[in-house]
């Protein structure tokens, strides 16, 4: 149990071990989510940041512990039970098909919930995707793939949400699109969990750090002491 442990948390992860056939990638990962937090998995590359989302969403072809949504523990569920429990995931490739226009990709998912935005408020958030509708994925630019992968969880009625380096790759204005995006996710009541490498763009975003080194979380810090550990921040990541 993290230090920030409480009885309200939406997600709590507790000794989570995870394999890839023989290999051991998650090694008693454990760390909490409250209700409506942004909350950062930062990390070096093959820390295991993603494999942890994976493993959430049942994505890992073995794992082992606790991971349990509210009052719910996933642990032995298959990922498509999961994810109608109100969860999804947007994995770092994007998952964009590309002999489908937007509003084609937009609609696959199907609704798990009530409570998911409407393609109007979608198109609010995402104005570019209005305007390219219409287009194939294969003409979409990576940061219009990606705030369509976004937008099509959110149709869902999912209430947390799995993001896998939103940002990788993107010109700096698109980045701060998905940072005001993921701003006003926030304020409308979503809970994500965030994979990130640049620890400057999770600043302006998230609530709190988990630290991820070797499949374990070692670190965690609020957002509000950052400025205070930018040394041992970059130190663990490298930077």
Request: hydrophobic content about 40%; proline content about 3%; glycine content about 10%.
């Amino acid at each position: 149990m993290t230090e920030t442990a409480t009885k309200s948390a939406l997600l709590r992860v507790e000794r989570l071990h995870g394999w890839y056939g023989e290999s051991h990638v998650l090694h008693g990962v454990d760390f909490e989510v409250n209700t409506g937090e942004v909350v950062t998995l930062l990390g070096r590359n093959g820390a295991g940041k993603t494999s942890t989302l994976l493993a959430i969403m049942g994505m890992l072809p073995r794992r082992e512990g606790s991971v349990r949504f509210g009052e719910t523990e996933t642990i032995a569920m298959q990922s498509r039970h999961i994810a109608r429990l109100g969860i999804a995931i947007c994995p770092e490739e994007r998952g964009i098909f590309s002999s489908l226009n937007v509003d084609e990709n937009l609609m696959l998912p199907p609704r798990i919930a009530d409570g998911g935005l409407s393609v109007e408020r979608i198109f609010d958030l995402f104005p570019n995707l209005k305007e390219r509708r219409r287009s194939q994925g294969t003409k979409l630019s990576g940061g219009e793939q990606q705030m369509l992968a976004i937008a099509r969880i959110l149709r869902t009625g999912s209430r947390l949400l799995l993001l896998d380096e939103p940002t990788e790759g993107l010109a700096p204005v698109i980045v701060q699109h998905i940072g005001r995006t993921i701003q006003k996710l926030k304020k409308e009541g979503f809970t994500i969990v965030l994979v990130e490498q640049n620890f400057r763009f999770a600043a302006s975003v998230a609530d709190r750090h988990y630290v991820v080194e070797q499949g374990r979380v070692i670190d965690m810090i609020q957002n509000a002491d950052l400025d205070a550990n930018t040394g041992k921040l970059q130190a663990y990541l490298g930077v």
